[in-house]
């Protein structure tokens, strides 16, 4: 296990935001709540500006919170390292900060963030905010060509914050903001190269990398990239990116009339030599060889993955007045050279609560129930299968991490531990005798403690499956399996829905779906032990899958040989109904 200077790996996230709010004054705590907000956010809203919202899993500091400031960001929300955020955090930012001239998320393309950020908009629409979201995705790893679950928004992103945050500073309206954002998102590019993995807090390293190894095409959770080759030069390793960002199979094309700007990014571990040595290369062949124009040029640690020893590249296209938005002055502490002038400093210490926040819109929330009677049979049955499920969940925790660890961050069975112990701690509150508010709390419970795709995913699964619940009376969900498996169907298609993925992708549809068909033959407690079965060779059987849904479908196919944990959580879970049921 790999040494870090933290206290406790569960509480590192909590620490270092204490510490941003510590050391900058122009930076505060929204309080309860993982959110960096500008300490001046009121006055912003008073003058009737656009508010911009980023954020997403930790470990990529100095993103996102970092580039909260004056110019740029108005808040930045974290998860759990390398997690994306629970929605009611998100929605929480968003009350902080909407004000009538709208609030804008910029969102990097992964289904974790693009479900979480989602479900908080659609939310905040609903009681009369105005947000509107962009999705970043400027990965060039895999060609366009390529089936896979699009680009990934790499370090790319802070551009668009700065250009989109300045343009919102002087003034812009929500749909000019959002246009201008959804323009740079096409005009930019990032290509990256490791040296060495990283690992979360209390883990393991997530790859493997021999001394003459480097990865390349890697994104920023800690996931293996698409190709790994022999260690080269410095200006080899430029020319690799750079003709990779620019061939004709990908998405980003150069020509010598375009004035480029360029960042180059320490992935973390970086050695700040390394780093110049990459910035003056990176510079010289887009110049001497490309005949590019570089008119702006940026080094430093902008979008890490941990403790990552690596580079990326970022190319962006500058349109008309971006170099000047680039250009234009914010106290945003992560952006070089942020200089108020002589006489001011965005340093000086001041020590100050966290901020709290009336948010008017939101409804008080109403204090948990415990020991809430069962009268029911069914409700019993609710219960103990409940339990039986999160004690399975807790007790596959390292496996589920082991099968993550070769295909994405490693942490797929911590995460679902976090949401199954948040629902035993709740365990006494829950409505067992009617299964539909039962499952609404409980998809409420997941998506407030889970976090990250596989939260959003069953907090998803779990309101569907609730709503179709909720349309029958408590008899008749008891005594017909068919409720029950017509209600697993809405959930499933929800998750399609909105995660996007597809039976056959290497995603828990695997293993779900073919369950799902196999009550549907059968409801019964015989057909059930059908669809644990199916559910186990449904997930086996992604071994042998290439990846289409994911961070999965960016890693190299010939490091993915393990089954996909989350389909494997399908069937832990599913057996524990069963053997639940059996007692």
């Excluded at 500008?38 to 997403?56: C, F, P, Q």
């Excluded at 909407?98 to 609903?126: H, Q, W």
């Amino acid at each position: 296990m790999s040494k870090k200077l933290v206290n406790e790996p569960a509480h590192a996230v909590d620490d270092a935001l204490r510490g941003l709010s510590a050391v900058y004054p122009g930076l505060r705590l929204l309080e309860g709540h993982r959110v960096i907000v500008r300490s001046d956010i009121d006055a912003v809203k008073k003058e009737g500006k656009v508010t911009i919202l980023s954020g997403g899993g930790s470990g990529h500091e100095p993103a996102h919170a970092g580039f909260v400031g004056k110019g740029m960001l108005s808040a930045a929300i974290a998860g759990s390292v390398f997690t994306s955020p629970p929605p009611g955090d998100i929605l929480s930012a968003l009350k902080c900060i909407c004000g009538p001239a709208g609030s804008l998320m910029i969102v990097k393309n992964y289904t974790g963030d693009r479900l979480n950020f989602g479900i908080a908009a659609e939310n905040a629409k609903a009681e009369g905010m105005k947000v509107e979201m962009v999705i970043v995705g400027e990965d060039c790893a895999l060609p366009s060509n390529v089936a896979h679950a699009g680009r990934r928004g790499l370090c790319g992103t802070i551009l668009v914050h700065k250009i989109a945050g300045a343009l919102a500073d002087r003034g812009g309206t929500l749909e000019e903001v959002m246009a201008v954002a959804n323009a740079v998102v096409a005009n930019i590019a990032t290509m990256s190269v490791s040296l060495s993995p990283c690992s979360v807090p209390g883990q393991e390293p997530s790859f493997h990398l021999e001394q003459d190894e480097m990865e390349l095409g890697l994104g920023i959770h800690g996931e293996a990239g698409i190709n790994r080759a022999k260690l080269l030069p410095a200006n080899a390793v430029t020319k690799l990116l750079v003709d990779h960002m620019i061939s004709t199979d990908n998405y980003f094309t150069l020509s010598s009339d375009d004035e480029v700007g360029v960042v180059i990014n320490n992935l973390g571990g970086t050695s700040n030599l390394e780093l110049a040595v990459m910035a003056n290369d990176t510079i010289r062949y887009l110049v001497d060889v490309k005949g590019a124009k570089v008119v702006r040029a940026y080094m430093g640690s902008f979008m890490t993955s941990l403790e990552m020893a690596g580079v990326s590249v970022t190319l962006i296209k500058l349109a008309a007045q971006w170099a000047e938005y680039l250009d234009a002055p914010t106290t945003a502490p992560a952006w070089p050279n942020s200089s108020l002038g002589v006489g001011h400093s965005s340093h000086k210490r001041v020590d100050k609560p966290p901020l709290a926040v009336t948010l008017s819109s939101q409804t008080p929330s109403a204090p948990i129930q415990s020991d809430v009677p069962i009268s029911t049979p069914l409700g019993e049955v609710m219960k103990a299968c409940t339990e039986q499920v999160c004690k399975s969940l807790l007790a596959n925790e390292a496996r589920l991490n082991e099968l993550d660890r070769g295909s994405g961050d490693g942490d797929c069975g911590s995460t679902l531990k976090s949401g199954a112990q948040a629902v035993l701690d709740q365990l006494l509150s829950f409505h067992w005798d009617v299964p539909g508010d039962c499952l609404l709390a409980m998809s409420q419970c997941v998506g407030a403690h889970m976090g990250g795709t596989s939260g959003a995913i069953y907090s998803i699964f779990l309101t569907v499956v609730s709503n179709a619940l909720s349309q029958c009376n408590i008899s008749s969900a008891a005594a017909d399996g068919a409720v029950w498996t017509k209600a697993l169907r809405n959930g499933m298609e929800a998750i399609m829905r909105y995660g996007g993925a597809r039976l056959g992708d290497r995603t828990m549809l695997d293993a779900l779906s073919p369950a799902v068909a196999a009550l549907e033959q059968s409801s019964t407690l015989a057909g059930l032990k059908s669809a644990v079965e199916v559910a186990k060779q449904g997930a086996e059987d992604t071994r042998k899958m290439v990846a289409r849904s994911g961070r999965a479908s960016y890693v190299n196919a010939e490091l993915l040989t393990q089954p996909d944990p989350g389909a494997v959580a399908v069937g832990v879970w599913m057996e524990a109904v069963y053997c639940s049921l059996c007692k």
